[in-house]
């Protein structure tokens, strides 16, 4: 089952503060999260196990609440190059290929 | 990454032809996987590999096959291309801290 990202898109002005959704109808083993910027490669941000930690990369962070089934991720003190797709990929059990969500794209304007 | 590449980057070929997509790795990772990225869809599993010659099937793998005869190369190859398989086409690997490293994708036309 493919896990629900919201919103599907979001403006931000520089500075601004914002928070990307995926949740899963399913139990879930692990959550990742990638950035991807336009006519490029999606790239690994970071992996949340279960267990509810929370995890931090500069200014962009996440949460998972396994009971929940659902992950969130912040972005703090938005910059230009934040701009891009973001996608979460869940895995319901451990060295399960990961199942990406639609993309939520992000764009921060000056 | 240098560490994975994609060969071609870009290819035009018309219905009915079967063409091969290469993925290969310097990184010696057992875990390999074959993705297409449309609009709206995201990113759907083809198919992956757990090791040489250990492969299995994902979301979308109708039209398409896999081989690993090395553990540095993965190749995706469609049997008869239709309209519907123009997409860009990603290969990853899995790291060992747990993420996916994504070669820089192949842009496939099917006329």
């Known amino acids: 089952q493919q896990p629900v990202q919201s919103p599907q898109a979001v403006i931000l002005r520089e500075g601004e503060d914002a928070v990307i959704n995926c949740s899963s109808s399913?139990?879930?083993?692990?959550v990742h999260w990638y950035r991807q910027k336009h006519g490029e490669a999606p790239v690994f941000l970071m992996i949340?196990?279960?267990?509810?930690e929370q995890k931090g990369h500069e200014k962009i962070s996440a949460s998972f609440n396994e009971k929940k089934q659902q992950s969130s991720l912040y972005l703090t003190a938005s910059q230009l190059s934040y701009s891009g797709t973001y996608f979460c990929?869940?895995?319901?059990?451990?060295?399960?290929?990961?199942?990406f969500g639609k993309g939520t794209r992000l764009s921060v304007i000056a | 990454d240098a560490g994975i590449t994609q060969s071609p980057r870009h290819k035009v070929t018309e219905t009915g032809t079967p063409v091969t997509l290469r993925c290969h790795q310097t990184?010696?990772?057992?875990?390999m996987y074959w993705y297409r990225q449309d609009p709206g869809h995201g990113l759907r599993l083809i198919h992956y590999?757990?090791?040489?010659?250990?492969?299995d099937k994902g979301e979308v793998s109708d039209g398409y096959s896999v081989s690993r005869s090395k553990t540095e190369d993965f190749l995706l190859t469609l049997e008869s291309a239709t309209s519907s398989q123009t997409s860009v086409y990603f290969c990853?690997?899995?790291?060992?801290?747990?993420?996916?490293?994504f070669g820089s994708g192949t842009r496939l036309t099917v006329v």
């Open positions: 990853a690997t899995l790291q060992g801290a747990g993420g996916y490293t």
């Open positions: 949340l196990l279960k267990g509810g």
């Open positions: 590999s757990y090791g040489v010659k250990d492969t």
């Open positions: 399913k139990a879930l083993y692990s």
């Open positions: 990929g869940t895995e319901n059990s451990g060295n399960t290929p990961l199942v």
């Open positions: 990184e010696n990772h057992r875990y």
